[in-house]
């Protein structure tokens, strides 16, 4: 486990992992000569809100893949920032919350949360506008509150 994630949060995540009607699968790396280890990333194709720290305005994105340490999902075209070259410096904080299954009681989803520092972003070939963003999480959470 990365030293920067503790018991509680790695709990959390498992909420994610064993959902059984997300559909997560394990991402196989090959491993080139020079491999570091990493966690584990699983495959992962549902709807993310995201919000950039020195914006108010929330969007909707769709996972790729995620692991306990970041998240790569794909941009919301509607974001003005999808148009920039590079969205956001490295490290530029960014909120992301992936809306739970309903648990069948009535009430709202929970929904994971996490604090994430962007990364990295890449853009579509022959196109002008980003397809995804990659972003570094620093502390994941669950929270019942909707956005």
Avoid at 16 to 22: G, S
Wanted: hydrophobic share 35%.
């Amino acid at each position: 486990m990365d030293a920067r994630h503790t018991a509680d949060e790695s709990d959390v995540f498992s909420v994610l992992l064993h959902n059984p009607a997300l559909p997560v699968e394990p991402i196989l790396e090959i491993r080139a000569e020079d491999w570091r280890p990493r966690a584990v990333r699983y495959r992962l194709r549902t709807p993310v809100r995201y919000k950039w720290a020195d914006r108010s305005d929330w969007h909707v994105g769709t996972t790729a893949n995620v692991s306990r340490s970041g998240v790569l999902f794909e941009l919301d075209t509607t974001d003005p920032r999808v148009i920039q070259e590079q969205p956001a410096h490295p490290g530029t904080s960014i909120d992301l919350r992936i809306e739970l299954p309903p648990n069948g009681g009535g009430e709202a989803p929970p929904q994971l949360c996490c604090e994430a520092r962007f990364v990295r972003a890449s853009a579509v070939p022959g196109r002008w506008f980003l397809q995804a963003s990659a972003v570094s999480v620093d502390h994941w959470r669950l929270d019942g509150r909707p956005v």
